[in-house]
């Protein structure tokens, strides 16, 4: 038999109304309620069942879109695509924060609100294995989880847009190079940094450890690597950043530290987000289609939506190098 909501306040020793509320994180229950609650669904398996579901389909139209900070303005730039592709496909797109679901039950993602779900972000892997498990269609998109084989994946050519990059970085007469990476837990900073080091390595140069800084990827993290390397390591000429945002910042931290762009410091960024084409920061970047990966990542998933049994795909988008005003001409010989 179902467990049930009356199940869990027999448990939590509270009403079925404050169970509702406080799976909902409505107003009247005490943030301690709503923890005893959690729990208790938890321990019981027990998710609350929602209502608006397609009584012909048994679909509800609505995809969820998992994102890390809100403040990034990569997710912004991600984000809109996607939920243009799912409007086209007749879904609506949901944003769900990574942090505000990971407790499953009260996640709407495993209540069936939710048809499929795609992941921006995958710095907790465990989100995942419990959607996994759960068997709810997912994919993920710009990052995917090392070793994993079962779930559709729409990536960008990370490798390869690092190898332009060092290509770029040689081209000019560059030898003293530093690099601002992102996470070694995700994809996007592991892949981005073995691809750099690689491509530098065959051409004989190597990256001093003073000139490496892994960082979240946000603006001030960006802003904080540089003003390190800096100091660690003055005679750095030229920075790869992991991401446009880092870059940002980094161009922020060379304007502080008198470091002009691009006359004494070639910065470069990856992505391509629409602020890197702004002439405050006309910044040199590997240009990932984020339109072309939301609408790869958008069949995927919704393939699997539709028929459960197709196995899942993985798609590597190409890059490009976009050479903006932040890199220089050739290093005098």
Known sequence: MAVTSIDVAKRAGVSQATVSRALRDQRGTSEATRRLVREVARELGYVPLQSGRSLSTSRSRRIGIVVGELTNPFYGALVAPIVRELDVRGYLGVLLHDADIREPGSAPIFDGSFDGVLLTTTSDSRLADEIERRGVPYCLINREISGRTTASAAVPD?????????????????????????????????????????????????????????????????????HDILAARPGVTAVFCANDVLAIGALEAAARAARPVPEQLTIVGFDDIPLAVLRAFDLTTVAVDLTALARQATAHLLDRVEDPQIEPERTVHEVRLVRRGTHAAPLPR
């Open 158 to 226: 990370n490798i390869r847009g690092a190898r332009l990059v060092a290509d770029l970085f040689v081209e000019l007469g560059h030898t003293d190079i530093g690099i601002i990476t992102g996470p070694a837990t995700t994809s996007t900073g592991s892949e981005r940094l073995r691809g750099f080091r690689d491509a530098l390595a065959r051409r004989g140069i190597a990256i001093h450890p003073d000139a490496v800084r892994e960082v979240p990827f946000g603006i001030d993290d960006g802003r904080a690597a540089l």
